[in-house]
């Protein structure tokens, strides 16, 4: 069975650009979350999409944003990329919603972002 | 509002020694998960436990276990016979019944010395 998919492992973008990050669940998975790793802040919560409706948003600004398609893959967006945007962008796939909490997150390797 | 609490920054312990990781939460729900997760060099959490605000019990896996302890707001979790693979960053994650996003702590990097 294959794991949670993110696309692709490694960027390096400029200041101002924006980026697109890909997430392809466990099959048979309908919730997608993403979170946000950086030295500083630890891991943070992005958003969680479920049957392609975002459920909840973290305290991130507008310039991230995301979508679920009907396969359950889902792709985030940053615009306006900032220094401060670098980061290890992981996306977990659960069968459920995260906050039944009687369901396991599983984890892709993720996308490790570099703005310069 | 919830927060994890991973007191231990960094950890190193020579092989085959046990060691325990420190995992305090804080949360106004009565309904709630706790859980562990290990991050390897490759970057992957991976799932290691659930346990929820009901079952108080003890659970062992293997030289894994994990002892919740409610009235001290505790979730703390010992490796018996340290392996050299069990080297990897340690965290651990609070979930409110209800609320979609997982609060982690800011983890625990273990290091175990051949």
């Known amino acids: 069975k294959a794991g949670v998919t993110q696309t692709p492992r490694y960027l390096i973008k400029t200041r101002g650009q924006q980026v697109t990050l890909s997430c392809s669940p466990i099959s048979g998975h309908r919730s997608v979350s993403w979170y946000q790793q950086t030295p500083g802040q630890g891991l943070q919560f992005l958003f969680e999409?479920?049957?392609?409706?975002?459920?909840n948003k973290g305290n991130f600004p507008g310039r991230f944003s995301g979508r679920q398609f009907s396969n359950s893959r889902s792709e985030m967006n940053v615009s306006t990329l900032e220094l401060g945007d670098s980061a290890l962008y992981l996306c977990?796939?659960?069968?459920?919603?995260?906050?039944?909490?009687?369901?396991?997150?599983?984890f892709g390797q993720g996308t490790r972002l570099t703005v310069v | 509002a919830q927060k994890v609490t991973q007191a231990q920054t960094e950890i190193s312990v020579v092989e085959k020694e046990d060691v325990t990781l420190d995992c305090v939460y804080e949360?106004?729900?009565?309904?709630?998960?706790l859980f562990w997760y290990k991050q390897p060099p490759s970057g992957e959490l991976v799932f290691l436990i659930r346990r929820n605000s009901f079952d108080e019990q003890n659970e062992i896996s293997g030289r894994y276990s994990w002892n919740f302890q409610k009235s001290t707001s505790s979730f703390n979790f010992t490796i018996t016979a340290s392996q050299v693979v069990d080297s990897a960053v340690y965290f651990c994650a609070l979930l409110n019944f209800g609320n979609e996003k997982l609060t982690f702590g800011t983890g625990t990097r273990l290091t175990i010395i051949p």
């Open positions: 977990a796939s659960s069968l459920a919603l995260t906050g039944a909490g009687d369901t396991e997150a599983f």
């Open positions: 949360t106004r729900d009565t309904t709630y998960y």
């Open positions: 999409y479920f049957s392609e409706t975002q459920r």
